[in-house]
Every structure is written in structure tokens, then in C-alpha cells.
């Protein structure tokens, strides 16, 4: 990971988020409320406090001026203050964790074998359930395939619940990117899991049920992550994106049980 060899000697003394204070914006991200890839680099963003502007693209994700920083037409992308831009959330988290580590909460837990867990867990997460979690939003070729989406997402949950401590964390004693990389994404499988397939990721893990009852209480910046991408879902299940799918709710999916979460 960027930055791990120079925090090590770092000083133990952290100032807070004083970032807020200067009047010069630190960067730019660009992001979509429902995009959990993006949600996680706000989540860095809004728990340090770090004075960037958050920011939807520029007449859309294919415009000129949107591709000019993010040539793949995707989100999120991150601005430098110099102008030099990147794209790829870790990396985005990766540089804000770096250029921001005197700035708590750090995001990097104590020893150099959990941090290694901590970016383990990242990469199960994005190369077993978030490369497979257009399984449960987008067409399919056929039911089948949507079926192996959903089962190697399964899959995926099931090795971060054998790595997960619970303690209250992913990983150690603090708050870090595995939490950040993970709980930006429980708001998908929240919303989408129980209503349309029947299945609660929390079921059969026990370890991500309690980790994720400590996370939806974590902080009021948790909560605000959380929130912006359910609520982003609800509006694409009221303008029909499941129904045109030919995806219907679950016959005894209870709403009270998947709700918003409240600000602690």
C-alpha cells in the first residue's frame, strides 16, 4: 500500500481535521450518490473532514469533460490540486490515507501484518463480490448467470466472514480500510439481497452481523455514507430498474427490516 514504509516512522502525534479550516479546496472528487466504490473515498473524506469538494461529473459520465479526468467514463475519480487526476477508489483511498495521515482517524491499523489483512479483505471484496455485483442490478444473459453473480458474491462474504475479527473491527483495534471498503458496500447488499433474492448477507456470518450492527453506529459520517447510497437504490427501484429487469420483490421481504440507518 502507498505510504506504509514512510507512516511507519511517523510521529505518534496526529493533529485532527484542521484541513477544514483552510479556505484553498484539497481536491476534487467526482462520484454518483449510488456507486459504493465511490462511497468509500467519502467516507475517508467526511470521517477526516478534509476540505475537498465532492462533486457530480460534468454534463454526464461520457461528456468530454468528464472523460478528461476519468478516461473510462466511470466514478469515482479524484482532482489533485495540481490538476494531475486518478482514477480506482483504492488508489484514491490509498493517496488520501497517505497525504492525509497526520490527520486522524489514520484508516491503517498498527502492525505491518494487519495491514496486510486489511487490504487482504479489500481484495476479496472487489475481486469476488464487487466485480459480480452487476448480478444483482444489471440484465444478465440468462438467470443462470445471474445466479453464478450471486453466488460468487456469496462466496466472497463467506471468506471476509473468516477473516473478519468483529472486534469491533475488520481488522485490530481501529477503524480501517477493510471497515471503509466493506461498509461502503452493505448498503447494496442491505437494499438489493432481501428484497429481490431472498437472502440476508448477515445470515450464516456471524461475525459480519456483528461487525455491521458496531459499523451502522460507528460515527454520524457512517451513517451519512450508508444512507446516500440506500436511498440512491430506493429511487432506482421507484423508477422501475428491477421491474424492467423482470426482477419482482420477494413475496415475504419485510421493509422494517432493511431501513435507513439513524445517526448515532
Given amino acids: 500500500m502507498i505510504g506504509f514504509q514512510n507512516l511507519i516512522g511517523t510521529s505518534r502525534v496526529r493533529r485532527k481535521a484542521a484541513v477544514m479550516n483552510s479556505e484553498d479546496s484539497c481536491g476534487t472528487l467526482t462520484w454518483l450518490p449510488v456507486s459504493n466504490?465511490?462511497?468509500?473515498?467519502?467516507?475517508?473524506?467526511?470521517?477526516?473532514?478534509?476540505?475537498?469538494?465532492?462533486?457530480?461529473?460534468?454534463?454526464?459520465?461520457?461528456?468530454?469533460?468528464?472523460l478528461a479526468v476519468s478516461?473510462?467514463?466511470q466514478v469515482p475519480c479524484f482532482q489533485m490540486e495540481n490538476g494531475d487526476a486518478m482514477i480506482e477508489s483504492?488508489?484514491?483511498?490509498?493517496?488520501?490515507?497517505?497525504?492525509?495521515?497526520?490527520?486522524?482517524p489514520r484508516f491503517l491499523p498498527a502492525t505491518p501484518e494487519l495491514r496486510a489483512?486489511?487490504?487482504?479483505?479489500?481484495?476479496?471484496?472487489?475481486?469476488?463480490?464487487?466485480?459480480?455485483?452487476?448480478?444483482?442490478?444489471?440484465a444478465m444473459n440468462s438467470p443462470a448467470d445471474r445466479e453464478v453473480g450471486l453466488e460468487?458474491?456469496?462466496?466472497?462474504?463467506?471468506?471476509?466472514?473468516?477473516?473478519?475479527e468483529a472486534s469491533p473491527f475488520m481488522v485490530g483495534d481501529d477503524l480501517s480500510i477493510a471497515d471503509v471498503t466493506v461498509f461502503a458496500s452493505s448498503a447494496f447488499y442491505v437494499f438489493m439481497l432481501p428484497r429481490f433474492f431472498g437472502w440476508d448477507f448477515r445470515d450464516g456470518r456471524p461475525k459480519l452481523a456483528k461487525w455491521f450492527e458496531y459499523m451502522r453506529q460507528e460515527s454520524p459520517e457512517a451513517a451519512e455514507v450508508?444512507?446516500?447510497?440506500?436511498?440512491?437504490?430506493?429511487?432506482?427501484?421507484?423508477?422501475?430498474?428491477?421491474?424492467r429487469l423482470g426482477i419482482q420483490r420477494v413475496p415475504s421481504?419485510?421493509?422494517?427490516?432493511?431501513?435507513?440507518?439513524?445517526?448515532?
Avoid at 37 to 66: D, Q, V, W
Avoid at 90 to 104: G, K, P, Q, T
Fill in 37 to 66: 466504490y465511490s462511497a468509500r473515498c467519502r467516507y475517508i473524506i467526511l470521517k477526516k473532514g478534509l476540505n475537498i469538494k465532492i462533486e457530480e461529473p460534468t454534463n454526464g459520465m461520457k461528456s468530454p469533460e468528464h
Fill in 71 to 73: 478516461p473510462f467514463g
Fill in 90 to 104: 483504492l488508489a484514491i483511498m490509498d493517496y488520501l490515507i497517505d497525504r492525509y495521515s497526520d490527520v486522524e
Fill in 117 to 138: 489483512r486489511a487490504r487482504m479483505i479489500c481484495q476479496v471484496h472487489d475481486f469476488h463480490c464487487g466485480i459480480n455485483q452487476g448480478a444483482m442490478y444489471r
Fill in 152 to 164: 460468487k458474491i456469496r462466496k466472497g462474504l463467506d471468506v471476509i466472514e473468516l477473516y473478519c
Fill in 226 to 243: 450508508f444512507n446516500t447510497v440506500f436511498k440512491a437504490l430506493a429511487a432506482w427501484e421507484k423508477n422501475g430498474r428491477w421491474e
Fill in 253 to 264: 421481504f419485510v421493509e422494517a427490516e432493511h431501513e435507513l440507518i439513524s445517526s448515532p
